[in-house]
């Protein structure tokens, strides 16, 4: 079936608000096994809507509208979806008392046009929404499927894994399963270069690639009578590329993260760890704390920004940041020595870079990073060259860390291993 979502909002064509909706809901979609070919950002006016949602039914089967179901005049979703479909509105009780309840709750005064919320097209289905007061609402006529969530994520997401997701699901014949092979230390291109001859002969299952924040994504999905068959189906596939890419597979589990992966490496081998930041200032330490259960493992962070603070928190020589410079290979292995005496962690990870957009030179240009990576002892720098502006060189930055925490750990204990010390 081919699906079509279309944002509804002034604020998201005037760059106000970034439409992370669009992006959750495609990825969502692809997983299910919709094919999606159109994506529509609309304003909050009645004519352009209304052509929009024309336009849309003409050419896909499901229609995934977020956004404008508030209680404003320029809330238009509904009631313009409402009329293409031929729907009247009529005075929901349930979700009339349902807003009323939001609002006494929180002890705040409820404004008549918070009831236009309540209003729901004939014959729909009704969608709760316990984190807001605009219901979700499901039109279905003549094999198209129109429905309506609200824009705000914390509402949006919650209600479409909850409810929507599996209203879409019973629309697929067969079933769909989906598994996610996530990929860290090999670039997009590499990994598209070493699939090539699995995505050509494709039929079922089928291979999507998606580039993250310094990692790929490989999500196999299956279509079969049953989960039990589609499930046989994929595993081949995933086996092949466990193969293929080795150690370089973090999980394949889609609620794992790059970060939770070596949290668990950590507290599998009963490691603690220390980081040290410059130009990220923080944002490696902050990545790792997410982590529920991060305490057991991780014993500080330290942010040594200026050469001052190198000095000072981590006993940097002088003479190394005369000579080499604070960006340089030399001063990422000294903070990870440092940081290891000072904090007393089995692993310890520096960061040391330019990430601009000012400072950088011919010599050591606006991108230059370098990493080091202590494990038990055994220190790695590498030098990394990322491009991007100041927030896609620190977010890279940070990603590249993980990976070479999780390179470390894994290498240090095959090499002990196969020594015979362990």
Not at 49 to 60: N, P
Not at 112 to 129: L, S
Not at 282 to 296: D, M, T
Not at 400 to 413: D, F, K, P, T, V
Request: proline share 3%.
């Amino acid at each position: 079936m081919i699906v079509e979502l279309i944002s509804v909002g002034t604020e998201i064509l005037l760059g106000n608000i970034v439409n992370t909706n669009a992006a959750y809901l495609s990825e969502k979609c692809a997983a299910l096994g919709l094919s999606c070919y159109y994506q529509d950002v609309v304003g909050d006016n009645e004519e352009r809507l209304r052509e929009t949602i024309q336009t849309a039914l003409s050419r896909s089967d499901i229609l995934l509208l977020s956004g404008g179901l508030g209680p404003t005049q320029d809330d238009l979703t509904k009631e313009v979806a409402a009329s293409v479909m031929g729907k009247a509105l009529y005075l929901h009780e349930e979700s009339k008392a349902a807003i009323q309840a939001f609002f006494e709750k929180r002890g705040l005064e409820i404004t008549d046009n918070n009831w236009k919320q309540a209003m729901m097209p004939e014959g729909c289905i009704v969608v709760d929404n316990p984190n807001g007061t605009a219901p979700g609402i499901i039109m279905a006529e003549n094999g198209k499927h129109v429905i309506l969530m609200p824009g705000p994520p914390n509402e949006m997401i919650p209600m479409f894994e909850t409810s929507i997701m599996p209203y879409l699901g019973r629309l697929q014949s067969g079933v769909i399963f989906s598994q996610t092979v996530k990929i860290c230390g090999v670039g997009e291109s590499k990994v598209e270069t070493m699939v090539k001859d699995l995505i050509e002969g494709q039929t079922n299952p089928t291979i999507a690639t998606y580039a993250k924040t310094g990692e790929v994504h490989l999500r196999v999905t299956a279509t079969a009578e049953g989960e039990k068959e589609a499930r046989k189906l994929v595993k081949p596939i995933v086996k092949d590329l466990k193969a293929r890419f080795g150690n370089n597979i973090y999980t394949t589990d889609d609620e794992v993260t790059l970060e939770k992966s070596v949290v668990d490496l950590l507290l599998a081998n009963k490691l603690t760890i220390s980081t040290v930041e410059s130009c990220t200032g923080g944002l490696l330490a902050a990545r790792l704390i997410n982590v529920p259960g991060v305490s057991e493992v991780f014993k500080s962070g330290y942010i040594a920004y200026s050469n001052k603070a190198k000095r000072r928190l981590l006993g940097i020589k002088k003479n190394t940041l005369l000579k080499h410079g604070a960006v340089s290979k030399e001063i990422a292995k000294e903070m990870v020595k440092g940081a290891a005496l000072v904090s007393k962690a089995d692993v310890t990870v520096s960061v040391t870079g330019i990430a601009g957009p000012d400072g950088g030179s011919e010599e050591k240009p606006v991108g230059l990073v370098y990493i080091g990576c202590n494990v038990c002892g055994r220190i790695t720098v590498k030098e990394y060259h990322f491009s991007g502006d100041r927030a896609k060189i620190r977010d890279n930055t940070v990603s590249a860390a993980l990976s070479l925490m999780r390179e470390c750990i894994l290498q240090y204990y095959s090499e002990v291993t196969f020594g015979g010390k362990k």
